[in-house]
């Protein structure tokens, strides 16, 4: 099980020396300025290099989650805190990804489906390892794929919270409407499943890996007289929960703890035939405050943290010659953006949305363009981030290298581009007094709003707020609770302008409900129809885009054409960059920091550590 950095350090062997190396150097510069970090290319390098050792066994990992978990049924749970514990590490999908390339990889399976069984794209022949067992000693199935799919997952009855990936809407040819459609999947024979999809999609793995894999043996009978939801519970003991993966739940202390023991009988094994995984178990520590969280790492109780942006500096500094490493992993998957409401519309009673002046403003690509050049992001990257952060142009980040481009339209810090743009536009100092005002004498500000409890969102407010006072531009800051300020975006439609982050995945054109016009998320103009004449031409191409991705079929090959899917993902990036239906701020540079104490890691851009392969170093002082 790959420790993959959500919604996805590195360094051993050649990767540590080159960071090392550099925070030698650290120390002749001034104690704001970081060392160079390692690039993507130095980090995915130094991992390809990297060379497992034979490991020991026994020993732990001090492993932590944030809250108490929910639930101990991973089919039914909600909470982040079930799926880390329980996810991959009890049980198991039938695919995996490829740590250095994200490319699939089989886990359950035994090798990944490339290629269709029919003309048409739709059906997908997968075949299963005859060696994998559950924790019980029976033996995993085509019969355990089936259930999982279609008595829990796609069970209407059921609560599951995977079951909308496995759902597609479909239009029908003799009506025309668009229904809901479910997955299709079939036992051939005892080591093969069929999957049938009712429309052909290139991100077909994503379904096949849709749902993890649950013993139909134990779980058959609590589905069909209708207990499944309240089996494995929180109160069950942990010892009854079975899956197939590494680990094994063996103790659960409210409020302090959740321990997995190992599984002597996994599958996996290392070069020299050793049964995986080495370590003998994985303390879960529930610890709830994240300074909390950085002390108890610093005295050792902990064996890794994700270092805070605020906790960079401290966390490097006194990792040089100390008992654990600083591990960069290139650039974080999300990033911080300013929206303007662009919505032209009226409540029901008449009132607008958004002033009409302010709406116009913001329509208008030179406002935006004139906001862009405003942003000193270099300040924001030193103030918000201690350097560890850069300029983001476009809503991807190159974390996620296939589809990732870097040509596309920037905005550099540029006050008198700005100045220029928003005098062509008839926004002027008309009366002398610094600010800026409109031809009908509306003064040029507007409220932008973000999360009170985010310190660093309320950091960028303040630059921000400075920077467009250089120009003319008043800003009023709001801060607002979270669950306020979601109400407000997407129910209300009240607000001017708002400030947040967003995390994208590997396949970037799956955010349909983000991009496409009529649908919730698209805040910048939420729900305006896709035929509305109110839509400028970039806004019906990005709709095209989304309409056209995943869909490029190769009926000789039977293999969908990726390439097609890169060209309109870089379509997308360069037309947001020029017309900024979100202005580009910044994303961060992710840091783990992890004891010297345990050996064996092997980390990417994307993976922090293969579980079955750490072990403790037994010459380790604490």
């Known amino acids: 099980m790959k420790r993959l950095i959500p919604p996805l350090v590195v360094l051993a062997g050649f990767g540590a020396f080159i960071w090392l190396f550099r925070l030698s150097k650290a120390y002749e510069m001034p104690e704001k300025t970081p060392p160079p970090l390692p690039t993507a290319d130095e980090i995915q390098e130094a991992a390809k290099g990297f060379k497992y050792e034979i490991g020991k066994y026994g020993g732990s990992l001090n492993d932590f989650i944030d809250n108490e978990m929910k639930d101990l049924n991973l089919a039914i749970s909600t909470d982040a805190q079930t799926s880390s514990v329980m996810g991959s590490l009890v049980f198991e999908l039938l695919l995996d990804r490829d740590p250095l390339t994200l490319d699939w990889e089989p886990l359950l399976a035994a090798e990944v489906p490339t290629h269709s069984e029919d003309p048409e794209g739709l059906i997908w022949i997968v075949k299963l390892r005859r060696d994998v067992k559950w924790h019980d000693g029976a033996k995993f199935t085509a019969d355990d794929v089936v259930f999982s799919f279609n008595d829990i997952t796609l069970n209407e009855t059921i609560p599951a919270s995977g079951r909308p990936a496995l759902q597609m809407m479909v239009k029908e040819e003799a009506t025309g409407k668009t229904v809901k459609k479910n997955v299709l999947v079939e036992k051939v024979d005892e080591f093969t499943v069929r999957f049938t999809f009712p429309q052909r999609y290139a991100l077909y793995q994503n379904l096949i890996n849709g749902t993890y894999m649950y013993p139909k043996h134990i779980l058959k009978s609590h589905v069909d007289d209708g207990t499944f939801a309240s089996t494995w519970n929180i109160a069950t003991p942990p010892e009854q929960v079975i899956g197939t993966g590494p680990y094994m739940p063996a103790e659960y202390v409210s409020g302090e703890r959740f321990i997995e023991k190992r599984n002597p009988n996994y599958w996996k094994k290392d070069e020299a035939g050793n049964r995986l995984p080495y370590l003998d178990r994985i303390v879960f520590n529930i610890i709830q405050n994240p300074e909390t969280m950085k002390n108890r790492f610093l005295v050792g109780e902990i064996d890794y943290l994700d270092v805070r942006s605020i906790d960079l500096g401290e966390i490097i500094r006194k990792s040089a010659g100390g008992k654990f490493d600083a591990v960069p992993m290139g650039p974080r998957a999300g990033w911080s953006y300013i929206c303007l409401n662009q919505n032209p519309r009226a409540r029901p009673d008449g009132r607008p949305y958004v002033k009409p002046h302010k709406s116009g403003w913001f329509r208008d690509v030179r406002f935006r363009r004139a906001v862009a050049h405003c942003l000193d992001k270099d300040s924001i990257k030193w103030l918000v981030s201690d350097g560890f952060a850069a300029a983001n142009w476009s809503p991807y980040t190159p974390k996620y290298t296939k589809y990732y481009t870097s040509n596309v339209k920037t905005y550099p810090y540029d006050l008198d581009a700005s100045r220029q743009l928003l005098d062509e536009m008839g926004l002027k100092d008309r009366n002398g007094d610094g600010w800026r005002e409109d031809e009908q004498g509306n003064p040029a500000e507007f409220i932008l709003t973000t999360v009170a409890d985010q310190p660093t969102l309320v950091t960028m407010v303040t630059i921000i707020e400075q920077d ?155």
């Open 468 to 622: 467009l006072k250089k120009v003319g531009v008043k800003l009023v800051p709001e801060f607002i609770q979270f669950n306020l300020l979601v109400r407000r975006i997407s129910q209300d439609w009240d607000w001017e302008a708002i400030i947040l982050s967003y995390t994208a995945g590997p396949e970037p054109l799956l955010g349909k409900t983000i991009w496409k016009s009529g649908e919730p998320r698209r805040v910048w103009n939420p729900r305006m129809p896709a035929g509305s004449a109110e839509n400028r031409d970039w806004e019906k191409r990005i709709d095209q885009i989304f309409d056209q991705a995943y869909t490029d079929w190769d009926p000789i090959e039977k293999r969908f054409r990726w390439e097609t899917d890169v060209k309109l993902a870089h379509e997308w990036q360069q037309i947001c960059a020029e017309n900024l239906p979100h202005i580009y701020l910044m994303y961060g540079i992710q840091v783990y920091a992890f004891s010297k104490r345990i050996r064996n890691r092997r980390s990417t851009l994307y993976s922090l550590y293969d579980i079955e392969r750490l072990f403790e170093d037994p010459e380790f002082v604490r």
